[in-house]
């Protein structure tokens, strides 16, 4: 995964357009977050405007009279790259649910684990709460990427079985290698959900702008646009 962009300070955080250039030029793997970065310029011209967006309790809202109060919590909660980083790893999670997906066509395990589902849920949320994040919000979050995710190992397997797919000659180990790439993936949501002081608000034109980034991304997956929905789904305002 990508280091942590929030952490450039104030004073030399570069404009968003520049950070994506800079960080993903040579990377194609990850180019859809460039894109995915422009829903956060869209959504948030300004500091003050971006705060509303997101819906999160600025200093300046809670105590007006100290000065130095917005200039120490507003920079990590109205970050164009920490909601990025998010959007960033809401895709990963989707891209990582194809390997999964062809993992069980050839082991022939089914799709849903609700037993595994739990385990998840249970896990985020407690370790949103130890982190100081509103342990609902990241259930709910992380309720949409698995949603999300077997949305494209659904399609996945039907076109498969369409084609009379046989077994793939290369795949990664459900245990040892797929679960621990997707435990991660939940350790920096809840770190990304921290940094943004619990759920970034987007609006729909924005979050249009987010899953044609990701779409893109996972081009040729059946249902992709349906999964990016669902997964992006926590993030919508209306």
Known sequence: MTADPTDLTPSTEPSPAEFWEGRYRDRPQLRFARTVALVVVLGCSGLAACAEDTGSDLPAAAAPTTAAAPTTAAAPATSPAAVAALLDLLGRRLELGVEVARTKWNTKAPIEDLA????????IAKAAADAGVDPVAARRLLQAQIDG?????????EQWATQNQPPFATTQDLATQLRPQLDEVTTQLVARLHDLGGLPALRSEDLAT???AIVAHLAGTPRAADAARIALAPLHTG
């Open 116 to 123: 595994r589902e739990s385990v998840a849920l249970d896990a």
């Open 149 to 157: 995710g077997k949305v494209l190992q659904r399609a996945l397997h």
């Open 210 to 212: 987010a899953e044609a």
